[in-house]
């Protein structure tokens, strides 16, 4: 998809419409330095349907200034519209005239694209992206939310390997003594076949181990590795988890857990209680992602966290919650964390 095509259906702008434009054409902002003169007809262009600019930003008064010295009207209608189908985008609505100040009052940046022409009318009916709900989505699992309104995607954590795979190599290399195999994530099915797989092992050494899952994506995760779980609760929790062993005999029982450096320890606590023995060794890393972008909080509706560490990780790179937005929670642990951080009322 080009940036135009980007541009004009994440600000409800066609490109062209039977009653406003049967032409579009696509216009370089910038041309390059070593020319002595300009390639671009601004005379022509004048008279097209609806006129595209690429890399405009710093020559648009000049780019202005000839369109309207060849015949185009001042109040043809313009909109500017940063970071196109970004999170970040963001836009400016104006004609020739006013267009220019609009955009230094508002302080636009690059990269932008440039609509101009009678199209840019349509905005106002069709701008679906400022008309309906915007949700920030901070999870990682975007497949599995499908929320009525526009669903904005930022995940607030990372997942990576361990520096060292000393210890969790050892523990896999006994499994053998194991009665029950633990996983709370999708994640840390990937990072224990891949060790299998490191230290030249595979799925017969869980011969004998039942496995239990924490929910759907887990339990997919062990179905694309060949092994289906034995236990999958109906409530996708540490909660569910714990309803579910309860059921079971665990007085003795030894129960292998691979988990995340900051997991919560509320199940394996609660296994213990259960009777059971608990060896827990770190799988992998949640770490909050670099480069996250500058955000407007006022241009969300609603905040929907799935972790505990995407709370604490939105608090620090963003600050406190507008109180006017909504804030959802997926979990009772991430629902005391963002109490805890007066992320949620």
């Known amino acids: 998809m080009t940036a135009a095509s980007a541009a004009g259906a994440f600000s409800g702008i066609p490109?062209?419409?039977?009653?406003?434009?049967s032409s579009c054409v696509l216009v370089t902002g910038h041309e390059g330095p070593g020319k002595e003169k300009s390639a671009v007809d601004w005379k022509y262009l004048a008279h097209c349907g609806t006129i595209v600019l690429?890399?405009?930003?710093?020559?648009l008064s000049k780019i202005i200034k000839e369109l309207l010295s060849v015949g185009k009207p001042q109040d043809t209608p313009c909109a500017v519209i940063a970071n196109a189908g970004l999170l970040t985008q963001s836009r400016v609505i104006g004609t020739l005239r006013d267009i220019v100040l609009k955009i230094k009052k508002q302080k636009l940046k690059p990269p932008v694209i440039i609509i101009i022409g009678e199209v840019v009318k349509l905005e106002r009916k069709f701008n679906w992206l400022e008309k309906n709900r915007k949700i920030l989505f901070t999870g990682l699992s975007q497949e599995?939310?499908?929320?009525k309104g526009n669903y904005l995607h930022l995940p607030l954590i990372r997942i990576a390997p361990l520096y060292d795979y000393g210890e969790f190599d050892t523990h896999l290399k006994n499994l053998k003594g194991f009665d029950w195999l633990v996983f709370t994530s999708r994640y840390g099915v990937k990072y224990f076949f891949e060790r299998l797989k490191t230290i030249e092992l595979d799925s017969r050494v869980l011969k004998g181990i039942q496995i239990a899952a924490i929910g759907n994506s887990t339990e997919n995760a062990l179905f694309e590795c060949g092994i289906r779980a034995d236990l999958v609760p109906k409530k996708e929790s540490s909660i569910g988890l714990l309803e579910g062993f309860k059921r079971l005999d665990l007085n003795n029982k030894k129960i292998f857990l691979p988990r995340s450096d900051l997991s919560d320890k509320g199940l394996e606590l609660g296994l213990r209680k259960l009777g059971a023995r608990i060896i827990a060794p770190v799988a992998y890393r949640n770490v909050m992602p670099e480069n996250l972008p500058d955000l407007d909080l006022e241009d969300f509706d609603e905040i929907l966290f799935t972790s505990p560490s995407g709370v604490r990780n939105f608090v620090k790179r963003y600050g406190p919650i507008p109180g006017r937005i909504k804030v959802n929670c997926i979990g009772g642990v991430t629902r005391k964390e963002a109490k805890r951080c007066r992320a949620l009322d």
């Open 15 to 21: 490109l062209t419409d039977r009653r406003y434009a």
């Open 54 to 59: 690429y890399m405009a930003l710093e020559n």
């Open 144 to 147: 599995r939310f499908f929320l």
